[in-house]
């Protein structure tokens, strides 16, 4: 009989052999930091195929990254994912793991701040050069290609003006050049469109926003060809980032409802961009399914539905005045600010304090970020009782 303090660590006892053990309703949580193992063969199985340690693979994560790749790679059956620790750490070692001293990134110049933080600061003193160009000058992009550009960097639709890239006509500049195309697909989510589909050779998605939802989950995926993503993973290894099991676990059940969900945000955002339209207190709508969007036959061509294109999108009110844009957000009663996207309650963000409050007001305003600026990540509210919340406070910008 052992004492007290050795039972409490070895004593397990459950219905190992239970008949369905395997089919939990839902997925379970392994926050397990090892599986042992009894026997030498058994171990040289694990490494091969199952379960060691946990920053080389855990069931919570290889069971997220198999979703990933069912979700952005669904018919291509030599994709695989890599599931990581935040979108940051996603594109840290995409970065890391294929490109070296020497190399050149063409990156479009309306990114993610850190994502260009990342190049500039991190990238930049390893020896990669960075140039930025803007995306929607194909001529601009192809006139920046360098004999050493290994990667050309871009997001699927830009932050926070919404820039489209035509993404057919970047994979053949890609293919054509020798580079690797790395879409980060955040602002879309794989519900909304799939560039590898398209000829992408890498996709990158922050899980952190619409693809969890709810606020409460710090994740990124890589998805392309198993090549690449074993190059991508054995970086990560070392980079410390793979995902931790508790946000995989979480991860795994927000994407259950994920479809429906997002869904509902791009159905939402289409419906408010027609009426912000409709509205003199706005000035320009930032959605690709308006009419008069600049980009509107980019739209055209990369999508079908004007209702399954993305959430996310950025009005120009009728003021800069600051008293009176204040004014509107503490009117809005749902609406509210919180420096983040993809959520299910509507939220915004004001650029010109928030993501852009570094950039010069010229380049700024070259961009078309003006302080009358708003980015509005849609929710999957009852769309009549948002539009009536932005209505009601429209008034304050008069
Ligand atoms: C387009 C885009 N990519 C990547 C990231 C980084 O994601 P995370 O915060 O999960 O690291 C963000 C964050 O806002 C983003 O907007």
Known sequence: MAHVQTDVLYTREYHEDAINLGKPEAFPYYPATAFGATAFEEIKTAYKQGYTYIRTNNPDRHVLEGLMTKLEAPGMDDADSAVLSSGMAAITATCAALLQKGDHILSNRCLYGETIELF?????????????????????????????????????CANPTIDLVDLPALVTIAKDAGALLVVDNTFCSPLSIRPLEWGADIVINSLTKFLSGHSDILLGAVTANRELIHKIYDFSLFMGSPADPFPAFQMIRALESAPMRIE????????????????????????????????????????????????????????????????????????????????????????????????????????GITP???????????????IEDFRQAFAELE
């Open 264 to 367: 509902r945000q791009m159905y939402n955002a289409a419906k408010l961009a027609a009426y912000f339209e409709t509205d003199p207190r706005i000035v320009k709508v930032n959605h690709p399914s308006v009419e008069s969007f600049r980009q509107r036959d980019i739209a055209k061509k990369l999508w079908k539905d004007d209702e399954k294109i993305t959430g996310m999108m950025s009005v120009e009110f009728c003021t800069e005045n600051d008293a009176k844009i204040d004014a509107f957000m503490k009117r809005l009663k749902f609406v509210h600010y919180a420096p983040t996207l993809g959520g299910m309650r509507t939220t915004m963000s004001h650029p010109v304090t928030s993501s852009h409050n570094t950039t010069p007001d010229d380049v700024r305003r070259a961009m």
């Open 120 to 156: 500039d600061l991190f990238f930049g003193k390893l020896g990669v050069e960075t140039t930025y160009v803007d995306f929607s000058d194909l001529g601009a992009v192809k006139a920046a290609l360098k004999p050493n550009t290994k990667m050309i960097y871009t997001e699927i």
């Open 372 to 386: 009358a600026l708003m980015r509005i990540s849609v929710g999957i509210e009852n769309i009549d009782d948002l």
